[in-house]
């Protein structure tokens, strides 16, 4: 098992940046690929940034060039560089991550973090 805490959610204005972290804990080796969620009330989840297989990352159309996810793997620890925030990326974030190939390759990840809030205002 690998349990994943997230944190740096908060409100902020458009145009402001935030930094969230997922800390990963247990067996950390599983964590081979991890991920960015987010989620509004009433919608879908919707994948925002992966480091997936061979390390390769791959983002949402919405957040190319204003989102950088990265890994500190002597921290076991994935971040997400959010700046230029918008209204629209209002949302519940969550971590997740997977060891297994066909999941990570799929982007069907079965550990999940608790989430971290991020309003943004206009």
């Known amino acids: 098992q690998v349990q994943l805490v997230e944190s740096g959610g908060g409100s902020v204005q458009a145009g402001g940046s935030l930094r969230l972290s997922c800390a990963a804990s247990g067996h950390t080796y599983m964590s081979y690929c991890m991920g960015w969620f987010r989620q509004e009330p009433g919608k879908e989840r919707e994948r925002v940034a992966v480091n997936g297989l061979d390390n390769i990352v791959a983002y949402a159309d919405s957040v190319k060039g204003r989102f950088t996810i990265f890994k500190d793997n002597s921290k076991n620890t994935l971040y997400l560089e959010m700046r230029n925030l918008k209204p629209d990326d209002t949302a519940m974030y969550y971590c997740?991550?997977?060891?297994?190939?066909?999941?990570?390759?799929?982007?069907?990840?079965?550990?999940w973090g608790q989430g971290t809030q991020v309003t943004v205002s206009s």
């Open positions: 997740a991550a997977d060891y297994a190939f066909l999941r990570c390759r799929d982007y069907e990840f079965v550990f």
